[in-house]
């Protein structure tokens, strides 16, 4: 089966800070992809460039066929990008920002103003669909980023920590609304700190640590290698952050001293 | 008013596709960009508004257009054609360069795009497009308040011929601005970093505040001023250094038929540096001016940690605190508003224009009077005028005072509530000293050298009264005061009904003491008697102060 995602040897480098070293992917149709790492291993940058947001690096890079260097705006048209801020036009309303969005796309007026409508009301935002966003709670937010996300019903989706700052009950909505695109064939491809989520939800978890990938296979596959029980340690063990127990007796230590 | 330039936009539409623009996505990007314009908090209108209908921007251009009548007041009433067009068109450039620099730079170097629109099916010529569209109407409404009533004075005036003309200099007035201000920011990202450039913006915003507030006091006085009854200036050499009078120049030739080479040269420069600096910073720069700002936005590179050290004229204000403050609660609440004074570039932006303000005030107080400036100066120590500046230090406590509670990041005031403090007046007292050690001794100080200057050894006593005297009043505005702790006030809390009249009461309060010390003054040893009292009453409110308790505090 031809990749969704094709990454050779992709590298990048801001001034003299490399970024990211040599990174090979391949990602099938349908598969939901658990990228972690430490912060500032690569992850953002990683999905920034498989999204087009950044058109400058070495290698190769092909999204559902489109060459991301060339081609990047045929493949923007097909997938969707759930960034790790919530960045979004605050001073609109999520009604106003949504329309806005859903033209970038294209989208008819009444497309936009039906799927809108439900998608606020499934996240219990439908009260405050016409008040400005800076009031807004950060979780209220990343609903709507959510949304703004998903309202082309894009082929592939990139999600970069899309769970940050949402209150547990919409924390179990979106990972059920995770399982359900993944069950209706949409490919994902998922950036989180939240280890028991990638656990769960990931068919492929692939490690990434100072720009290198240095995991990549199933939770079983990554399982058998390390003899670890949970992705947490496993994930603990390929990092080399084993010394939290000897941080956390020097941190008390220094309270007392 | 969105609608209206939308339409207007439209009849360009073919000029759009024709380049590769997709017009649709363009119209989309600019509308919401307005519509953010609209409801973007803007320099002059501070305070956050929550009201869904307000419009701050269309009060921006109304504050525009009343600039613009002073402007055709000046056009209409100053004699010569040459200082009258080189008035209107300093202001155009400088207004237009200031106005993008300051509230429109947070617009310019919008970085927010990188994330929303950057992801979104949208080439990079249609955003770069909707980019350029948004600031020419910006630049548009703006020039359309300001130059209006001027121009409309310059038909009337000068007739229809040489308003056209005017209306062609305005355009390159603007064109130049833009110029001048692309330069500047493309200078800037070169050689400083994305920190230092908010930096160097928020001086430039200051600046702009303050012209902002002077402009209000000056403009209508310059029509007295003798220069603008010289109906005989000449262009000097020097013209050819300043952009308003190559415009000037430019329009003398039609004018007054003057063909001198300098009128000659004028008129080139103001064509020139006008489209031809455009053109080349839009063919050679522009991109990597679009690159840069991809930057700012998407740089993920990890940086070392700067640490953030203070300035080491500062250093001096450090060894002070040990003076005057008591170690613990009091310092800390010191340190953290001293801080917050220094690098907190919103708190700086509503506080130092303010202090530029009462510069400006006391300059209009002593040199309002139609004569020399020599003249002034020798007279000035026979007026009582210096005990008005003194008090004039007041004001700037005050207006800090007013500030300092209020902060975006007054969420972060929860440290009060939670760390075991049994007196919460420890912490106003700090904030208060701050404020003094920081603003009002130093400036103090230059009012010192400058009344030691001018009135010599007979104001040494006004001086240390008046110090005492701004001490005691500022105790009392605090006490009068809601109290709030430093940085704990969410911003759109601060318009409450009730200051209007603390403020009267603040300032009838100065006006009994400044009075009060004019008439002890006058009498024989009268500061002298007085002094202790006021030493006495500073120290009994001092403590009074210090000693507040929870069940005053606003939190």
Known sequence: MESVISVKGLSKRYQKAVVLKDINLAIQPGEVIGYIGPNGAGKSTTIKILTGIIPEFEGDVNVLGFDMRTQALEAKRRIGYIPENAALYETLTPMEYLSFVGQLYQLDKSVITVRANELLNLFDLSNNKEMRMTTFSKGMRQKVLLIAGLLHNPEIIFLDEPLSGLDANAVILVKEILVQLKNSGKTIFYSSHIMDVVEKISDKIIIINKGEIIANGSFSELNNASHQESLEEIFTQLTGNHEHHQVAEQFIQALTN | ?555
């Not at chain 2, 415009?247 to 540096?273: D, N, P, Q």
């Not at chain 2, 902060?407 to 007196?423: E, L, M, R, T």
């Not at chain 2, 009392?476 to 409450?496: C, G, I, R, T």
Request: charged share 10%.
């Open chain 2, 1 to 555: 008013m969105i609608r209206f330039l939308l339409t207007f936009v439209d009849l360009f539409r073919w000029l759009y596709e024709m380049m590769g623009v997709n017009f649709g996505q363009l119209k989309t990007i600019v509308a919401t960009k307005m519509l953010m314009d609209n409801r973007r908090t803007t320099l002059r209108f501070n305070q956050k508004s929550t009201n869904e209908s307000s419009n701050s921007f269309l009060w921006t251009l109304a504050i525009y257009t009343i600039l613009g009548a002073f402007l055709a007041y000046i056009v209409f009433a100053v004699p010569s054609f040459l200082i009258a067009m080189s008035i209107y068109h300093s202001y155009v450039i400088v207004m237009v360069s200031l106005t993008l620099i300051s509230d429109f730079s947070s617009v310019l170097l919008d970085t927010s795009d990188n994330t929303i629109i950057l992801p979104r099916p949208v080439s990079s010529y249609t955003l770069l497009a909707a980019r350029v569209t948004h600031i020419v109407l910006y630049i548009v409404q703006i020039m359309g308040a300001l130059a209006l009533l001027p121009i409309i004075f310059c038909f009337v005036k000068f007739g229809v011929g040489m308003g056209l003309l005017i209306i062609l200099t305005t355009l390159l007035s603007t064109s130049f601005s833009l110029m001048l201000t692309n330069g500047l920011y493309l200078l800037l990202m070169r050689f400083t970093s994305e920190e230092k450039l908010k930096t160097i913006i928020n001086y430039f915003q200051i600046v702009m505040a303050t012209l902002m507030m002077g402009a209000y006091q000056f403009l209508p006085r310059m029509i007295t001023n003798n220069l603008l009854g010289d109906t005989f200036f000449v262009l000097p050499w020097w013209s050819l250094l300043a952009p308003p009078l190559w415009m000037a120049g430019f329009l003398e030739i039609f004018y007054s038929h003057s063909y001198s080479w300098i009128h000659i040269v004028c008129g080139l420069f103001a064509f020139s540096f006008s489209l031809g600096g455009f053109y080349f910073i839009s063919k050679y720069f522009s991109s990597s001016f679009a690159e840069k700002l991809a930057d700012l936005g998407t740089s993920t590179a990890v940086t070392p940690n700067k640490q953030v050290k203070m300035k080491s004229s500062w250093s001096g204000l450090f060894k002070l605190k040990e003076l005057i403050t008591s170690p613990g609660i009091e310092r800390g609440a010191f340190e953290l508003t001293t801080a917050a004074l220094m690098r907190d570039r919103k708190l700086k932006l509503k506080i130092y224009p303010s202090i530029g303000y009462l510069f400006i005030l006391a300059a209009i107080l002593l040199f309002n009077k139609n004569e020399p400036i020599e003249a002034t100066l020798a007279n000035l120590h026979s007026r009582s005028i210096h005990i008005i500046i003194i008090y004039s230090g007041f004001l700037m406590i005050q207006t800090i005072m007013a500030q300092i509670a209020i902060s975006d990041d007054f969420k972060a005031g929860w440290v009060y509530s939670a760390a075991p403090i049994v007196q919460p007046g420890h912490i106003l007292m700090g904030a208060w000293k701050a404020v003094l050690s920081t603003f009002f001794l130093p400036i103090y100080l230059l009012f010192t050298i400058f009344i030691s200057i001018i009135w010599r050894v007979n104001a040494v006593d006004d001086l240390i009264f008046g110090f005492v005297g701004n001490i005691l009043v500022s105790l009392v505005a605090a006490l009068l005061s809601e109290k709030y702790f430093p940085l704990s006030m969410e911003p759109s809390v601060k318009n409450q009904s009730g200051n209007f009249i603390k403020v009267m009461a603040t300032i009838i309060l100065i006006g009994a003491v400044g009075a009060g010390h004019f008439f002890l003054a006058k009498l024989s040893y009268g500061l002298l008697v007085g002094f202790p009292i006021l030493i006495v009453l500073t120290a009994v409110l001092y403590n009074r102060y210090k000693n507040i308790s929870w069940s005053k505090i606003t939190y």
